[in-house]
């Protein structure tokens, strides 16, 4: 029993040893992380901060001119509306694909058919998006024999509208597209969610006296939370960043009225040869999408949800 | 408080039959325990009652009323899942809470329900907790403790015992029939481990293969098992077995094996020579010095003596197979020693070979 106490503790020039080269072990381990790191995403990121403050007309950044880019981009009124439109792409977009998205993957887990469905939906996410834009165009055609959406209202009397001409309806039309073209994409992800619940857990509930309705909000929503706010925030990214929808549908007409962020950097500043005003808009993106990564970052480390 | 009551229920899978025309009647207040090895249909006649799985054919009835088609909410019964089953998103206290919100009773109500079911569970200090926080025993309770604040007329527990350690398994088994006692409502507890079904239950139904083999009291069915089923799934260790034939009312077994049959079984195994038989004995039954009443001995040689403390554990070669004794410590067997096992007629069981029928009704074993 008593063989061997030597083994117990380590020499101690051994254990000195090993904390000296501590510092250098860490960096050593980091530094690959690190440099890519600097070299992609913090080298990049100031220096678009340095653009940003600068004329940079022709992509010749020589000139500084402090805040004025962003100055005058809050008094151009296209440019304060692209931001609007993007609020309405980030509200209805998101909501309406987890909605959607939410309630297919629930009814197809109860039908036979579910991968048959799933595939369907997912269908569109194999579409490019300009694609995407050129098919929905011809929905949209107001000339009742090439739209499809007229020739339908037709039968009952109404339209035909132009959907896509008209200030009101046009972020909404656009809107759509981009909604069907992710539902399935929201469905594949929370549908896997949903099949990582177990079954007992269904079962306590329904035994426990919960009807369907209340099982799908008070247990399946709660416990897909943290799925569809990785979701969420995915969306979001992406929907901050759009550009190729309203680009090949609208051109962001009619007017300014369906332009959003990257449209409006590609269309005013980067045809105008403006790359600094080109940067600030870039600058503006980045800190409307910091609240976001917080929230996500936040949201990861957390350990409220299940 | 209900009775549960099984007439003709069947169960199929497509073309398996889960299920096979059960007929069980579970009084009111009983603590039913439904016992078997895995597949045999314990478990699906349990989520029958929960209302989980459909039925086949046939009806069943929680009191008075048909089930078949109710939906499990409004049956009035709550369950225990072997997983538990927890809400994970919400504290111990919502988890018990949830069935009452949903029933839309006042909040005091809830309140001194969920402390008052706390309470009994000794689960006070952990009302707060997410289930992720507690321990296998822990959770465990706070599934029965969801149960017991719902006042089920029945309650249902799905092999509640199986993820705990040994030592809080036991624990828990006295948990459990003391809440069985204390609430005195009708419970049904589905379990492969026929140790829980012995110390808990109030009766037991044995089942295999969807069939249902024997229902009685613990004490019935150790002692009369009305079949070679029952006899060796019932009792630990197994019983023993030895084919044998009849013969002018004597057993010839292996190994020039003979026993002088007394009357009672004479009459059993009528006048047929030549029938082939299972006699059954239980290790518990072999004696090595004195054993009270008429006995057969059985010859044999002990192989591995497993020190219990006050037992010996005998694995003896005896006619032809290895038979397990369990014999008093002070005996001092070794392994080697030729042994001259006793056997009291009485504790003799029976069974047609091919059927596994016993040939002893229960009337019989009880007269003899």
């Known amino acids: 029993m008593t063989a061997t106490p030597v083994m117990v503790s380590p020499p101690k020039a051994r254990r000195v040893r090993h904390e000296r080269t501590g510092w250098g072990t860490v960096l050593l381990f980091l530094a690959p992380a690190l440099v890519l790191l600097l070299i992609f995403l913090v080298y990049p990121t100031l220096s678009t901060l340095r653009m940003s403050v600068d004329r940079g007309l022709g992509g010749n950044f020589s000139r500084f001119v402090g805040l004025d880019n ?14 609007i439109n993007n609020v309405l792409w980030i509200v209805f977009y998101t909501t309406f694909v987890i909605l959607f998205g939410l309630a ?23 579409i490019a998006a300009t694609a995407l834009g050129v098919i929905w165009a011809f929905v949209y055609a107001t000339d009742s024999n090439i739209g499809l959406l007229n020739a339908l209202l037709g039968v009952i009397r109404i339209g035909p509208i132009s959907w896509l001409g008209n200030p009101s309806f046009v972020n909404a039309a656009l809107i759509a597209v981009g909604i069907w073209g992710s539902t399935g994409f929201a469905t594949v992800i929370l549908s896997a969610a949903l099949k990582g619940i177990p079954t007992e857990i269904l079962e306590a509930a329904r035994t426990d006296g919960a009807n369907e309705f209340q099982i799908f909000w008070r247990i399946i929503v709660p416990m897909v939370s943290l799925p569809i706010s990785v979701l969420a925030v995915t969306l979001i990214v992406n929907v901050i960043k759009l550009f190729d929808i309203p680009y090949v549908m609208t051109q962001g007409g009619p007017g300014n009225a369906s332009r959003v962020i990257a449209f409006e950097m590609y269309k005013q500043d980067f045809a105008a040869g403006l790359y600094g005003k080109a940067a600030a808009v870039a600058v503006i993106m980045l800190i409307l999408l910091i609240p976001v990564m917080i929230f996500n970052v936040r949201r990861f480390r957390s350990s409220a949800v299940v | 408080m209900a009775t549960v009551t099984f007439d003709h229920v069947t169960k199929k899978y497509g073309d398996v039959l889960a299920v096979n025309d059960l007929n069980l009647a579970i009084n009111e207040g009983e603590f039913m325990v439904l016992v078997g090895p895995s597949g045999c249909g314990k478990t699906t006649s349990l989520r029958m009652i929960a209302g989980l799985e459909e ?34 998103h919400m504290t111990v206290r919502d988890n018990m809470a949830f069935g009452l919100k949903l029933r839309k009773l006042p909040k005091s109500d809830i309140e001194k329900r969920v402390n008052e079911a706390a309470g009994i ?3 006070d200090k952990l009302l707060d907790r997410k289930p ?7 959770r465990q309770r706070v599934a029965l403790g969801r149960a017991i604040v719902r006042e089920p007329a029945v309650f249902l527990m799905d092999e509640p015992l199986s993820n705990l350690d040994a030592k809080l ?7 459990i029939a003391r809440l069985h006692q204390r609430m005195g409502t009708t419970f049904v507890y589905v379990t492969h481990d026929q140790v829980e079904a012995m110390t808990m239950g109030t009766r037991i139904a044995v089942m295999s293969d969807g069939l249902l083999q024997q229902v009685g009291t613990p004490q019935v069915l150790y002692d009369t098992p009305s079949n070679r089923f029952v006899a060796g799934f019932i009792g630990s260790p197994a019983m023993n077995f030895v084919e044998v034939t009849a013969d002018n009312g004597k057993l010839v077994g292996p190994e020039g094996w003979v026993a002088e049959l007394p ?23 072999l004696e090595l010095k004195e054993a009270e009443g008429q006995t057969v001995t059985v010859p044999g040689r002990a192989d591995v003596v497993e020190y219990l403390g006050n037992e010996e554990l005998l694995h003896v070669t005896a006619l032809g197979k290895d038979v ?22 009485t504790k003799l069981h029976l069974f047609d070979a091919e059927s596994g029928a016993s040939l002893i009704s229960e009337r019989e074993q009880v007269a003899a």
């Open chain 2, 263 to 285: 009357g009672r079984l004479r009459n059993a195994v009528g006048a047929v020579n030549g029938r082939k038989l299972i006699a059954g004995f239980r290790p518990e039954h």
């Open chain 2, 324 to 345: 397990v004794a369990i014999v008093d410590s002070d005996n001092r067997v070794k392994p080697g020693d030729v042994l001259q096992l006793l056997l009291p007629y």
């Open chain 2, 132 to 138: 992720k926080e507690l321990s296998g025993g822990q």
């Open chain 1, 104 to 126: 297919i993957a629930v009814v197809a887990m109860r039908v036979r058919y579910e991968s048959t469905i799933k595939a369907i939906v997912f269908l569109p996410m194999a």
């Open chain 2, 121 to 123: 569970l000794s689960l």
């Open chain 2, 55 to 88: 039925i086949s054919s046939g009806e069943l009835k929680i009191g008075d009323r048909i089930v078949n088609d109710v939906p499990p909410k409004d049956r009035d019964i709550a369950m225990v899942f072997q997983s538990y089953a927890l809400y994970p």
């Open chain 2, 169 to 175: 398994r036991v624990q828990t088994r006295a948990e």
């Open chain 1, 70 to 83: 962003y100055i005058s981009l809050l008094n151009t009124p296209s440019f304060v509306g692209s931001i």
